[in-house]
Structures are given as structure tokens and as C-alpha cells.
């Protein structure tokens, strides 16, 4: 039986699965989390502490087809200025928890395009974030930059502003599939932003790439990261793209008929891994590159590496706030997300509330599985005594949810004395396996392909 087949038997081409960037998962957030709740969680905090903050920009001035954000295209600025100024008056409502001395260890602004705010705009938001809580030492401040939506005078704002990490999406530099998608970006445009940005002291660089678009072959794959391999990031982001035009409508857009094949989609993955490996990127879990030095690999090395709602990880801190419309916090005690509506998050700030439309609270039992799930992701393979250590679970209960899971994963899964380890030969596998330690009911409708 060949490997593909192996992987045919087990489901991997049929299956739609979590990306499991949270467990729970976002469609088990419920109304449970007020914004009274919310703002209980942000008293907690604890004085001196380092947190992380995500503020999210829904505006685009293109609606790119494959993009299954919550974003909203607009020809004018005057609603992203209108929507910075109740980012703004939240921040203020934040400042009014948060206790002495925090500082922020991470600072992400993601949309939507965050490079559509004008200059002065840039520089007033970020001006208003550390009044509110400054950057701590070594703390990292990124921001999703999109090619066609960026200027040197933004730039320049950016860089003032304390940015060191920047974050270019380029999905694919092939015209025709650009076209088919909805995003057109050449080579030459995002090697300008690329020589720009590092002009101007910015010393880290991301980029993301997909896999599994419409006309993506394997000559097609391989000339996309040549090109960007070029540009010589320090991480990549290899995602899958996830088709589901029934959350998406504009997806509806793209030719289904067109896309790849599961099992093309794995030999694309792969041909992109290889080329990654090749230029001496180190593979970060299940999708993501990183140069040695970066501080992915390092965490991956020392067995800090996280998942979060970006992806993966170095990120120490506790509490991740999200400011701004459908965005995610989480606390110790939980997942906190935003008012998905624009108007109804402006809406509720400008009455002076927090926007907090729903969430999760975690039970001892959510802490050990997501711990699980997070050890299956991040490092393939789970501690038996960390976990028991831990999370209130013997090792005869632990090793009888393993136990069940390696048979069905016979000769792709090792489970023993230290645990449950998924081997390299399974690793396709893995957001598959990672299902089976999920303690809610899952309907396929809204996940992605498991490859």
C-alpha cells in the first residue's frame, strides 16, 4: 500500500477538520461571555504583568476573493477614520481596568489592511496604545502590510511608531491564479515593499503563502517560493486555502472546478516543504517555516512554541486582549470575542461598554484538552506527566484516551511510557488526530480540508 493510499484509508483527503488556533474552538463560543465577564477578566490581570494586544482594522479597499476574514471593502477613508477614534475611546476603556505597571509583550494591528490608515492616523493610534500600555523590553510590534496598500510615508510612520516586525501576505505570484483569486500583487511590487520596509530598520519579516488554489500545479508551486524564498523572510506561514463559500459569498467567485485535487494538495504542501528545508528554513509545526535564528525555531527548540489565533507562537504572555470588531481575547479563565458587526461594536463603545458579543469559559477538562491539542500542534507529541502533573487526570485515564487513538493511527502514532508522539510519517495527520481529544460535538460545515 503506497503512502498516499495509507493516508486515503485514514480519511486525510475527505476530511474537514479545526485549524485549531483555539480550543475550543471558535463555533463553541457561546453568550456565556458579557462584557461585564470581560471586564472581570481585565481586573485580574495582574499588576506589572506583560500582556499581548491585537487590534483589528475590518477595511480593505479590495475584497480579495479567497479571504474568508471578517472585512469590509470601502472607497473612502472617512469610515476607517471614524472606526480608529472608537478604537481609540476603547483603549481608554481598557486603560480604565488594567491594572499598574502592565507593559505589552506583543502588539499585533491585523485586518482587513491596517496600512490603509494615512499616516497621521497610524501615528495617533499608536500614539493612543501606549498611553494606554507601553511596549516592554524586547517587546515585538508587528503589522500586516499589504503591497498595493503601502507608501514610504506610511512606512515612515510605522517604523517611528516602534515597528520590528512586519507581515506580508503573498498567497501566490502566478498572474493567472492571482486573477482567479482576486489579489493581484506582482513580484516586482512586493519586492519593492519588501527592500522598503527593511530600509527603514524594520529587522523581521513574515510572509504567507497558500496552497491548494485554483491552476496551482507543482512547477507553479515551486516558482511562488523560489520567488519569495528570494525575499528571504525570516518565517513563513504555508496555509491550505480553506474553500467554504457558504461562510465566504465571495468565494462563490472562484471556479471550484478549478481547484486542486486533496491529493494534489498534499504534493503541493510537500513541494513547498521541501524548498523551504532546502534554503535552510526549519519546519514549524504543521504549516509554518522559520530561519534557525528566528524566534519561532528558538521556542520550537526549547519547547515554548504556542498556537494562537495568528498560528504559531514565541509568545509567553497570559492574556492576549483583542481590540476592535470580531476580535478574540483570551485569559486564563477564557475566550472573550468582539461584536462581529462594525456598527454594533461602534455602537457600544461609543455608549462607553465593551462590545463583548460571546465566548467561553474553560472547565478543568478544556484546559486538558487544549493543552493536549496545543503539545499534538505545536511539538507532535504529549507528555504523560506533564499533563498529570497538571490537570486533575490519572495516567491509567490518560493512557485510555490514548490508547484508542494510536490503534486507529497504527504505525503513525507511538504511544508508551512518555506519551503519545506522532511520527514524521504522520504528521499530515495531525489536526486529524487532534480531533480525537476535542470534547465537543463538531459538524464539518465551517472547517477547512485536513490537508
Avoid at 516592554?136 to 503591497?147: K, L, N
Wanted: proline share 6%; glycine share 8%.
Amino acid at each position: 500500500m503506497t503512502y498516499e493510499s495509507q493516508l486515503a484509508r485514514l480519511g486525510l483527503f475527505d476530511a474537514r477538520v479545526p485549524r485549531y488556533t483555539s480550543y475550543p474552538t471558535a463555533p463553541q463560543f457561546s453568550d456565556s461571555v458579557s462584557p461585564k465577564v470581560f471586564g472581570h477578566w481585565l481586573d485580574q490581570i495582574a499588576p506589572g504583568s506583560r500582556i499581548s494586544l491585537y487590534l483589528h482594522v475590518p477595511f480593505c479597499r479590495r475584497l480579495c476573493w479567497f479571504c474568508a476574514c471578517r472585512t469590509q471593502g470601502t472607497s473612502s477613508l472617512d469610515p476607517v477614520l471614524a472606526y480608529v477614534e472608537e478604537l481609540k475611546a476603547e483603549l481608554r476603556l481598557l486603560q480604565r481596568r488594567l491594572p499598574e505597571g502592565v507593559t505589552l509583550s506583543r502588539l499585533h494591528w491585523g485586518g482587513g489592511t491596517p496600512t490603509l490608515l494615512p499616516p497621521e492616523a497610524m501615528r495617533d493610534l499608536a500614539t493612543a496604545i501606549f498611553d494606554v500600555v507601553p511596549l516592554g523590553t524586547d517587546a515585538e510590534f508587528s503589522v500586516e502590510i499589504d503591497p498595493n496598500e503601502i507608501d514610504g510615508p506610511r512606512l515612515d510612520a510605522l517604523a517611528a511608531a516602534g515597528m520590528n516586525r512586519a507581515s506580508i501576505g503573498v498567497q501566490d505570484f502566478d498572474p493567472e491564479i492571482q486573477a482567479t483569486i482576486g489579489r493581484e500583487q506582482s513580484y516586482d511590487l512586493t519586492r519593492d515593499a519588501v527592500e522598503a520596509i527593511r530600509a527603514r530598520g524594520v529587522a523581521s519579516l513574515n510572509a504567507d503563502i497558500l496552497y491548494g488554489l485554483p491552476h496551482q500545479s507543482e512547477a507553479r508551486m515551486a516558482d511562488s517560493v523560489q520567488k519569495l524564498l528570494s525575499l528571504s523572510p525570516d518565517r513563513v506561514a504555508l496555509y491550505g486555502y480553506a474553500h467554504v463559500p457558504w461562510m465566504a459569498r465571495r468565494q462563490q467567485l472562484i471556479p471550484a472546478d478549478a481547484l486542486p485535487r486533496p491529493e494534489e494538495r498534499l504534493r503541493l504542501f510537500d513541494t513547498a516543504q521541501r524548498l523551504f528545508e532546502w534554503d535552510g528554513y526549519q519546519s514549524i509545526g504543521i504549516d509554518h517555516f522559520a530561519r534557525p535564528e528566528d524566534g519561532l525555531a528558538v521556542a520550537q527548540k526549547q519547547g515554548t512554541l504556542r498556537r494562537n489565533f495568528q498560528g504559531y507562537t514565541d509568545d509567553a504572555a497570559q492574556v492576549l486582549v483583542g481590540l476592535g470588531a470580531s476580535s478574540i481575547s483570551r485569559f486564563p479563565q477564557g475566550f472573550a470575542q468582539m461584536n462581529g458587526a462594525t456598527s454594533a461594536w461602534m455602537k457600544a463603545v461609543r455608549a462607553g461598554t465593551f462590545a463583548t458579543k460571546r465566548g467561553h469559559v474553560f472547565s478543568a477538562d478544556d484546559k486538558m484538552r487544549a493543552r493536549i491539542i496545543e503539545a499534538l500542534m505545536c511539538d507532535f507529541t504529549v507528555n504523560s506527566a506533564e499533563i498529570t502533573r497538571d490537570h486533575p487526570i490519572s495516567r491509567a485515564a490518560l493512557d485510555a484516551m490514548f490508547a484508542p487513538v494510536a490503534e486507529k493511527f497504527d504505525g503513525f502514532l507511538r504511544h508508551d511510557a512518555q506519551g503519545l508522539t506522532i511520527l514524521e510519517a504522520g504528521r499530515p495527520l495531525t489536526r486529524m488526530i487532534a480531533t480525537h481529544f476535542d470534547g465537543y460535538a463538531m459538524a464539518k460545515t465551517g472547517h477547512s480540508s485536513a490537508i
